[in-house]
């Protein structure tokens, strides 16, 4: 029985939230704060495997998750909306329906043609974004603090509280997402990626599957970038740079397709590395993460997720 | 016009590849539950008319109906929606996958709207899986990865994937080709006895006689995309043009 629970991905999910919000009351706040980043990180990661798992990888992420961005920001210096729930929500909302309006014209293209399209899309937002002075051109603009269901938390309690926040609610993504790859659209999502003409012959559409999956990486983009911009306290076009979505392709290579909580991991582990490459050896984080990325291409081609399916395999056939 | 009895027709087919003529003049009407067999030699034009109904071809001139609606310009998919599947030649498989989880996304591909984001291993379709694992003798290869399996049992895979959807026509494309002499039989066996149980209407390509003889009932023999003879076996086999420029001369005995 005990077993069994640990096969259900609802527990997992409920025991790994659980697991968090009582170690984020002992850890010191900065490393709150990287894990909040790696959650916003991880939730872009997430957008990618799902795509990965069609076949796909996009190099333009960075769109969403600047969209995703504006969007909480905007809301909350424009209309003054600022309960993180509420934005991180709608962000995930409104930047799924732009993902789905430009879908249809990324699904029509496979391989680079379509990472390069995707990055295209978020080169134009830069360029875009850096010109409109109203919304503070390449500087950016600060976000107003976050509110929880009316109430504002004192600066003391703000990082855990947005840190829980996003915690259960990449958790509750986590396992809808899960579900939607044990689906039939997330299984015909793996036969698109193998062989295309006989899903078609099998009387699917991959065009479908394929929009599909890009509209729900949007949307989780969408909220990565809303929850990165409400953690940091500012938005920038940087948010949209091809930099960026390449930390985005780092994450889900470190991670592979094939684990939900992989992708968090690798996340977490950009983040950190970032972290204290950039306290111990300034200028050099690039050559760190270009190193290791190297090396878990070598050494785990099938990313840190492959490590965790083994495990849950031998779980399983106990 | 629509006639029950034809279930599938094709009317006046001619396809091209530049000065290559793959199809000139095709007519043909496909009964319910027939066992027909295309035969040819290579080029003849038999996987090009194949192709053609499944909708991976479009013909230049003519059109080909399906229970009397004209399906010509739909997709393979539609078409396959509509009842019509098909098998490989080289079977179209998802090779890292096992037997199991190809019939799993085959069978996926079937659902209707209202069952389609429930969790695909349910157990109403795993127990539909293992019933056609079991029609086609695959039980023991299910959870083994296909890209492992022999070519025999690939070729048996990828005609269950086909019939998973329930379809009313059943296109198999040369199913003994690349398998082994003490195989064909074997497999031709199993093939009509996976088949047998649903009134399928079965067309497939062939180049072996006595396979053509043993397993259909009526032959259409195309030679240079011309239809030189279409009728039952015995007939169409001892037929003088099919023996010149199709069977090689050979006198086939009567069945």
Redesign the interface.
């Known amino acids: 029985m005990p077993l069994k629970l640990l096969n259900n991905v609802f527990f997992q999910s409920i025991f790994l939230m659980s697991l968090l919000v009582v170690v984020g009351i002992f850890i010191p706040n900065w490393l709150v704060f990287v894990i909040t980043k790696a959650i916003a990180y991880g939730l872009v990661g997430l957008g990618i495997i799902t795509l990965m798992r069609g076949g796909l990888v996009s190099f333009g992420q960075g769109f969403v998750f600047g969209i995703g961005g504006y969007t909480a920001g905007l809301l909350g210096t424009q209309a003054g909306l600022t309960d993180a729930v509420l934005l991180l929500f709608i962000s995930f909302i409104f930047t799924g329906f732009v993902g789905l309006i430009i879908a249809p014209l990324l699904a029509r293209y496979r391989d680079i043609f379509f990472a390069m399209l995707s990055l295209a899309f978020s080169m134009v937002l830069y360029g875009i974004l850096i010109k409109i002075d109203a919304i503070g051109g390449s500087d950016g603009f600060v976000l107003p603090e976050s509110t929880y269901f009316g109430i504002k938390p004192s600066k003391e309690y703000a990082d855990y509280i947005l840190y829980v926040v996003s915690v259960i609610m990449t958790g509750i993504v986590s396992i809808l997402l899960r ?2 790859y ?7 999502a ?2 698109v990626r ?2 295309e ?9 991959a065009f479908n599957v394929t929009v599909l999956n890009f509209t729900i990486a949007a949307g989780l983009g969408g909220m990565g970038g809303a929850l990165n911009g409400i953690a940091l306290g500012h938005i920038d076009p940087e948010f949209t740079y091809w930099t960026t979505s390449g930390e985005f392709v780092f994450i889900s290579i470190l991670a592979g397709y094939l684990s939900v909580p992989a992708v968090f991991l690798a996340a977490l582990l950009l983040e950190l590395v970032r972290s204290f490459s950039g306290r111990y050896f300034p200028d050099t984080w690039q050559l760190i993460l270009g190193v290791f990325l190297i090396l878990s291409i070598i050494f785990i081609p099938s990313g840190i997720g492959s490590f965790f399916k083994q495990l849950f395999d031998k779980l399983k056939n106990k | 016009m629509s006639d029950k009895s034809n279930l599938l027709r094709a009317e006046g087919i001619n396809k091209s590849f530049g000065a290559v003529i793959a199809a000139k003049d095709i007519n043909i009407n496909i009964q319910k539950g027939e066992r027909v067999s295309l035969i040819g030699s290579n080029g003849a034009g038999k996987t090009t008319f194949m192709n053609m109904v499944t909708g991976y071809l479009k013909p230049d001139t003519g059109n080909i109906f399906f229970k009397g609606e004209n399906i010509t310009p739909l997709n393979p998919r539609i078409i396959t929606q509509k009842g019509i599947s098909r098998s490989f030649q080289i079977p179209q498989i998802f090779e890292p996958m096992s037997a199991w989880e190809n019939l799993l996304v085959a069978l996926g591909t079937s659902k209707t709207n209202h069952s389609y984001f429930r969790n695909a291993r349910s157990k109403e379709n795993s127990d539909y899986i293992d019933e056609i694992l079991s029609r086609f003798s695959l039980n023991e290869f299910a959870h083994r990865q296909v890209s492992e399996l022999p070519g025999g049992v690939r070729k048996l895979l990828d005609i269950a994937m086909a019939l998973v959807r329930k379809p009313d026509i059943l296109l198999l494309d040369e199913p003994t080709s690349g398998v082994g002499a003490e195989e064909k039989y074997p497999l031709m066996d199993t093939i009509a006895k996976a088949l047998s149980v649903e009134n399928l209407t079965v067309i497939f390509v062939e180049h072996d006689m006595d396979i053509v003889q043993n397993y259909s009932e009526r032959v259409i023999a195309f030679y240079q995309g011309e239809i030189i003879a279409d009728g039952n076996c015995d007939n169409v086999l001892n037929d003088k043009n099919v023996q010149e420029f199709v069977t090689g001369k050979t006198q086939v005995k009567a069945k």
């Open positions: 579900y939607y044990d689906s039939t659209p997330g299984l015909i793996l036969a193998e062989n003409l006989r899903v078609e012959y099998l009387g699917s559409s």
